[in-house]
């Protein structure tokens, strides 16, 4: 951005994309309803999930990756098919995150944002207890712009002071979920070296 800041991040294709396809596809129970099964414990049904729909971005940049269903068995429920693809979609968020830490070091805490985040029943619990973070959810729209705003008045009105943005309340990882998480995460690496494509580090674009 300028000689002593730097913006860094990641890219993916299919969060908002990826719950809008299943609520559209399958016959899922009422928001309220969803959240609440989602916020007991997963059955052995729960499918493993690339979540791929329009390819890769971060962190493998296989633009040719498609979705994978894996281990989908005759007792798999909508409700498995969607918990299987919230779980990917943190999987995509762990790796990010994973990558982001060696950058800038860990953090405890993250502000999220965005349509998805308000509209994905039980995305954010299980995006706490993946990333082991407390979660702040953001409800202004456009939150986005804000921080395009921020890197501004930096440079334009750097002594203004910064509005306050409205918030929801702070989601606290689940401790009891970290093994199943952490394993779940080991098999979805496992299906994504078996199945997507690797390509030339060298070709990959920065994160």
Same mark, same amino acid.
């Given at each position: 951005?300028? %000689?002593?800041? %730097?913006?860094?991040?990641?890219?993916?294709?299919?969060?908002?994309?990826?719950?809008?396809?299943?609520?559209?596809?399958?016959?899922?129970?009422?928001?309220?309803?969803?959240?609440?099964?989602?916020?007991?414990?997963?059955?052995?049904?729960?499918?493993?999930?690339?979540?791929?729909?329009?390819?890769?971005?971060?962190?493998?940049?296989?633009?040719?990756?498609?979705?994978?269903?894996?281990?989908?068995?005759?007792?798999?429920?909508?409700?498995?098919?969607?918990?299987?693809?919230?779980?990917?979609?943190?999987?995509?968020?762990?790796?990010?995150?994973?990558?982001?830490?060696?950058?800038?070091?860990?953090?405890?805490?993250? %502000?999220?944002?965005?349509?998805?985040?308000?509209?994905?029943?039980?995305?954010?619990?299980?995006?706490?207890?993946?990333?082991?973070?407390?979660?702040?959810?953001? +409800?202004?729209?456009? %939150?986005?712009?804000?921080? +395009?705003?921020?890197?501004?008045?930096?440079?334009?009105?750097?002594?203004?002071?910064?509005?306050?943005?409205?918030?929801?309340?702070?989601?606290?990882?689940?401790?009891?979920?970290?093994?199943?998480?952490?394993?779940?995460?080991?098999?979805?690496?496992?299906?994504?070296?078996?199945?997507?494509?690797?390509?030339?580090?060298?070709?990959?674009?920065?994160?």
């Amino acid at each position: 951005m300028n %000689s002593r800041q %730097s913006l860094v991040g990641g890219a993916t294709n299919d969060v908002g994309r990826a719950t809008s396809w299943l609520q559209r596809e399958l016959r899922l129970p009422e928001p309220d309803e969803l959240a609440r099964l989602l916020a007991a414990p997963p059955g052995d049904a729960v499918p493993l999930v690339l979540p791929f729909l329009t390819g890769e971005r971060s962190t493998g940049w296989v633009g040719s990756a498609r979705a994978t269903l894996h281990k989908v068995g005759f007792a798999a429920t909508a409700v498995d098919l969607y918990r299987g693809t919230l779980e990917a979609i943190v999987w995509s968020f762990q790796r990010i995150a994973e990558q982001l830490a060696v950058v800038g070091g860990p953090v405890d805490r993250a %502000s999220v944002g965005g349509r998805v985040t308000n509209e994905a029943p039980g995305l954010l619990p299980l995006l706490a207890d993946g990333l082991g973070i407390d979660l702040v959810p953001v +409800t202004i729209k456009r %939150s986005t712009l804000r921080g +395009t705003a921020l890197v501004a008045l930096d440079v334009i009105a750097p002594d203004e002071k910064r509005a306050d943005v409205t918030t929801g309340q702070t989601i606290r990882p689940r401790s009891d979920q970290a093994d199943r998480l952490a394993r779940r995460r080991a098999e979805l690496d496992e299906l994504y070296r078996a199945v997507v494509p690797a390509i030339p580090s060298g070709s990959r674009p920065p994160l």
